[in-house]
């Protein structure tokens, strides 16, 4: 499987590194697999976000696009969870989201 790599500070956003590591995070994913029939997708993955982090992406296959999506709430994890400001979400999208219409 290969390899996610975890959030990092986003270097543009101007603010000093201490400061950056000292935010609260605002969502992740807390030891979360996605299984898609027999493939699965990603596998134990957790990671906190927070303001002015971005996620550092990996090579093809390596579960980005499956991330995002369950931080969206398109998939729901076949185990773990996403969770919102340190507490445990249950609900298919966060609350703050609005559906994007084309």
């Known amino acids: 499987m290969k390899q996610l790599l ?5 270097a543009e956003s101007g603010a000093p590194m201490t400061e950056l590591l000292q935010r609260r995070p605002i969502v ?3 030891e979360t697999t996605k299984i898609f029939g027999g493939t699965t997708a990603i596998e134990d993955v957790s990671f906190d976000l927070c303001a002015g982090e971005v996620l ?3 090579e093809n296959g390596a579960g980005k696009s499956t991330c995002v999506k369950l931080l969206a709430g ?10 919102l400001e340190g507490k445990p979400n249950s609900d298919s999208r966060p609350r703050h989201m609005t559906p994007m219409t084309p």
């Not at 398109?74 to 969770?83: E, F, M, S």
Request: no cysteine.
């Open 28 to 30: 992740g994913l807390f």
């Open 56 to 58: 550092v992406l990996g």
């Open 74 to 83: 398109v998939h729901q994890p076949t185990r773990g969870h996403l969770h």
């Open 6 to 10: 975890a959030a990092m500070p986003a």
